[in-house]
């Protein structure tokens, strides 16, 4: 499933949380309410609901973030169904803020796109505060609705990706950046969805950045602007943006409705930072069970460096649909040979809440772990095979005689339990911080090339157990015949397979 853990980042800005299931709102800046709840925002009640703005009659809240309030309305005259945002009468006191209010009307206004939502009417109301209608939308996030399925078809996903990347293209057209493509950001319209498919509505151009805007800019480089979990390594960093920091988090979002599952996933930004800064994502195809042919379409749009992106939006939809025929096209081609394997799965942890404020001392023990496991296991002949940037997998072949197939298993364990004592003895060791090793035997699937494309030790979900137990752990397959003491209790409910490895 989804994660939504990872909330949205304003530094000197204002924090917009997630909107809930059964959402019926025209911007993910608005949360919207059941019945008889009172909207808030940081603990601010909206004001009495103003009669008037401009021609349109204002009915009741629709929804409430930091930076305005969303009302529902209709035409006084013609009965057009409409929202209208309106700033917060604190807010409308600062000349910045309503710069950037004034902004987002600008970036909806220059997107005239079926889907991108469809800005009526600006003005101000009789106070003074500034305003925009906008058309009603009715249906729900792309967000809630991945909670609700999971991961997605294939045919589907790309349903909902073209117009994202058409909208994107033309955007991008006007020399603007979105910033924040995210789940929550993406709005499914209720509307003939039986027969034709949601429209699809890229919402929420608070955060765009205009190239071609004359004068300074909004933001600085010390602010972040964005969602941590697609947020692209140069937003993150502060450098320049373009058209291939909207790219980044249409595969990120590629990613999620592929797999049920962000690229990365943490608790906390600096977590969630390090991961997007330096970290490679799994496979798709490692992830779930989908065609290896997208791996690298997917993975380049979550390149680090922006030039090794796809161009355009239009340039990754591209590249999915031929990844997808690419295979339908080879028809009945031999299958990727499968070999027997020894895998190793290293996972740092920390205390929770560690990383929430952690100290300097903590996030050095925290990102030395991984790189000084790989570099052990490297030596004595493992290969990494997946690398999330707070877990890895390492992989080496297992011999078919069964006298060679002992000792490589009893090598592979005595590695990883010299490897657990030089982590315990390491210098500057936090001891918030915690590092748990995986042993298992299993079948890997490559290509012609060599790649990585499957394989059941690659299936972590079906062997490395969830939890936070450290230690070093073994399935029977690995300690069968070696003669090793280990804890008859299983790692932790429902994760019997393993068992935990005595240190003698």
């Known amino acids: 499933m989804l994660s939504s853990r990872a909330s949205m980042v304003h530094v000197d800005d204002d924090t917009i949380p997630s909107a809930p299931r059964g959402v019926v709102s025209p911007t993910d800046e608005t ?52 929202a209208i945002k309106v700033l917060h009468a604190e807010l409308a006191l600062h000349p910045d803020v309503c710069l950037r209010f004034e902004r987002e009307v600008v970036v909806m206004q220059r997107v005239r796109h079926p889907n991108v939502v469809d800005v009526l009417d600006v003005g101000r109301l009789e106070d003074g505060r500034p305003y925009f209608v906008m058309e009603l939308l009715d249906g729900v996030s792309l967000e809630t609705h991945l909670e609700a399925r999971g991961r997605l078809p294939l045919e589907e996903a790309l349903a909902l990706l073209e117009p ?48 071609d805007a004359p004068g300074p800019a909004l933001t600085t480089s010390r602010h972040v602007l964005g969602s941590p979990s697609s947020m692209s390594p140069e937003q993150l960093t502060g450098r320049p943006v373009d058209a291939r920091t909207d790219v980044y988090a249409l595969g990120a979002l590629a990613y999620a409705m592929l797999t049920g599952e962000p690229p990365f996933a943490g608790a906390s930004f600096p977590v969630l930072r390090q991961l997007h800064l330096f970290a490679s994502p799994p496979r798709p195809s490692a992830q779930a069970r989908v065609s290896p042919s997208l791996d690298d379409v997917v993975l380049r749009a979550l390149s680090k460096d922006p030039a090794e992106r796809q161009p355009s939006a239009g340039q990754l939809l591209t590249e999915l649909r031929a990844a997808v025929a690419a295979p339908r096209a080879a028809g009945g081609a031999a299958a990727a040979p499968r070999r027997s394997a020894i895998g190793i799965h290293v996972e740092v942890q920390a205390d929770p809440g560690a990383l929430d404020e952690p100290t300097p001392d903590l996030l050095d023990d925290f990102e030395s772990v991984l790189p000084f496991a790989l570099s052990e296991l490297t030596k004595v002949g493992f290969s990494t095979a997946v690398e999330t940037g707070t877990t890895a997998l390492v992989t080496a072949d297992r011999p078919l005689d069964p006298a060679r197939d002992e000792a490589a298993r009893r090598d592979a364990l005595g590695a990883a339990l010299s490897l657990r004592r030089r982590l315990e003895a390491r210098a500057g060791r ?64 429902g994760s019997s397979a393993l068992l935990r490895v005595l240190d003698p």
């Open 164 to 211: 994202l990347c058409s909208a994107l293209d033309a955007a991008h057209a006007q020399a603007i950046v979105h910033r924040d493509v995210k789940p929550s950001n993406v709005f499914l319209c209720s509307g003939d969805m039986q027969r034709r498919g949601p429209r699809v509505v890229l919402l929420d151009f608070g955060v765009a950045k205009l190239l």
């Open 430 to 493: 936090d001891r918030r911080v915690h590092v748990r090793l995986c042993v298992h035997v299993g079948e890997l699937q490559a290509s012609g090339e060599g790649t990585l494309t499957g394989g059941d030790l690659l299936e972590l979900s079906g062997w490395v157990p969830e939890g936070a137990a450290e230690g070093l752990f073994a399935s029977p397959a690995l300690l069968d015949g070696l003669g090793v003491t280990t804890h008859p209790a299983p790692v932790s409910p």
């Open 31 to 82: 949360v919207t309410l059941s019945a008889g709840e009172e909207p808030t925002a940081g603990g601010r009640r909206s004001a009495e609901v103003p009669s008037r703005a401009g021609d349109y009659v204002l009915q009741s809240v629709l929804g409430e973030g930091g930076f305005g309030v969303v009302y529902r309305g209709e035409h006084a005259t013609r009965g057009t169904k409409a």
